[in-house]
């Protein structure tokens, strides 16, 4: 994105990335970016295949959203 629309839209994109993940996580857990375009979890008290269900719903929510720079 970055090199085809410029770093305004990069950010654009970051942003729209973490505002879907915060809308797929419990109230007590915590969304951050870790660097670049790689963002990490925190799911407190959740068991592995509680965390899975919602990283996936993390993967589908992004992979559906449409992006318009």
């Known amino acids: 994105v970055n090199d085809t629309y410029g770093h305004p839209a990069g950010d654009e994109v970051i942003?729209?990335?973490?505002?879907?993940?915060?809308?797929?996580?419990?109230?007590g857990d915590m969304v951050?970016?870790?660097?670049?375009?790689?963002?990490?979890?925190?799911l407190l008290g959740a068991s592995v295949a509680q965390a899975y269900e919602v990283c996936e719903r993390v993967?589908?929510?992004i992979?559906?959203?449409p992006v318009r720079l």
């Open 59 to 61: 993967r589908r929510s």
């Open 63 to 65: 992979q559906s959203a």
């Open 15 to 27: 942003r729209n990335v973490a505002h879907i993940a915060l809308s797929c996580v419990r109230g």
């Open 32 to 42: 951050g970016r870790l660097g670049g375009e790689e963002f990490g979890l925190v």
